[in-house]
Structure formats: structure tokens, C-alpha cells
């Protein structure tokens, strides 16, 4: 059974295994980790995912991160922003995740995102915002398998064309 986890310090040996995970596959950015990847260090993270629920600077918004949990092996990191700015309105969304490489095709992703709507309804979201690359099959699976109704899409100055997701809670 999977449970969505606020980190703490006794999840640090094992989120140092996750985040290398990711590096040792090549992968810069763990999403819906708050930039997990890039930390300093594991304290310094959690105490920013820890203020990062209540006091942020004015370019962004209070959000909750959590790990995704199964056996007492995290699965995914998943980060929910409990509301849009301008910036989140168009790229990001309400919703964040990444799934472990060498546990995605799973159904891990799904299940994941079902949690996360589940929280939103604390948070007071109604309608979440789920975006996700064009070329992301699996996310757009994932969305869909929640309910998500695409509203458009989107070229960015990348050129790549990003997904925008409903999902009604």
C-alpha cells in the first residue's frame, strides 16, 4: 500500500539513496522534489520544505512535498502548490512528481497523483492544474488515468509543447 509521507530526518538515508538514483541515471532534476537534487544537503532541504509550506518569497507560492511510500521504500516525491501564481498558472500546476527510475512503468505515477488530489481537497483546490511534456506519454497516461481533461497546449520559447490538465476534485 502506498501512503504519502512528509519527510523527516529518519527518511534521510533513504532519500540520499533515491536523489542518487536519479544522478546515477543522468537525471538533473527530481521532480516534484523542490529541487531535492541540488541541495546543499538533506537537513538544509527539509527545513525549506518545511518553511516552504507557510512563508516563501513573492515570486512563489506555499506548497506541501511529499515522499511516496511503499514498503517503506520511497517511490516518487511529490509536491502540491496550494495555489497558482501567473508563472504556475501557465507552466506548472498545482501538482508536481517523479516517479524512481527503476521503478516507473509501474503504476506507481497513477496512484501517486490520486494521493495528491486527495491532499488538494485540505488544501481547499477544487479544480487542480496538471501540466506534463507533449512527448511525456506516461504522465499524460497518468493525468488521464485521474481524470485530467487536457485544456491546451502550449509552445515554449523551447519550443517544447507543454500539456495543461483539469482534474475536477
Known amino acids: 500500500m502506498m501512503e504519502l509521507i512528509f519527510p523527516t530526518m529518519k527518511h534521510k538515508q533513504a532519500a540520499?539513496?533515491?536523489r542518487q538514483e536519479?544522478?546515477?541515471?543522468?537525471?538533473?532534476h527530481i521532480h516534484g522534489s523542490?529541487?531535492?537534487v541540488h541541495a546543499e544537503s538533506y537537513e538544509k532541504w527539509l527545513e525549506r520544505?518545511?518553511?516552504?509550506q507557510t512563508e516563501v518569497p513573492p515570486e512563489f507560492v506555499t506548497g506541501t512535498t511529499y515522499f511516496a511510500v511503499v514498503d517503506g521504500c520511497i517511490i516518487g516525491t511529490i509536491s502540491i502548490r496550494h495555489y497558482l501564481n501567473e508563472s504556475l498558472q501557465k507552466h506548472g500546476g498545482h501538482i508536481g512528481y517523479g516517479v524512481r527510475p527503476t521503478e516507473?512503468?509501474?503504476?506507481?505515477g497513477t496512484k501517486m497523483l490520486e494521493l495528491a488530489l486527495e491532499k488538494c481537497r485540505?488544501?481547499?483546490i477544487e479544480k487542480a492544474l496538471v501540466t506534463c511534456?507533449?512527448?511525456?506519454i506516461g504522465s499524460a497516461k497518468t493525468i488521464a488515468n485521474n481524470a485530467g481533461v487536457l485544456e491546451n497546449e502550449i509552445t515554449e520559447d523551447s519550443g517544447n509543447v507543454l500539456q495543461r490538465y483539469?482534474?475536477?476534485i
Open 16 to 18: 540520499l539513496g533515491y
Open 122 to 124: 485540505d488544501f481547499g
Open 166 to 168: 483539469w482534474i475536477t
Open 34 to 36: 523542490a529541487g531535492f
Open 133 to 136: 511534456d507533449k512527448d511525456n
Open 22 to 28: 536519479h544522478i546515477d541515471n543522468n537525471e538533473s
Open 49 to 52: 520544505i518545511i518553511l516552504a
Open 104 to 108: 516507473r512503468r509501474k503504476g506507481y
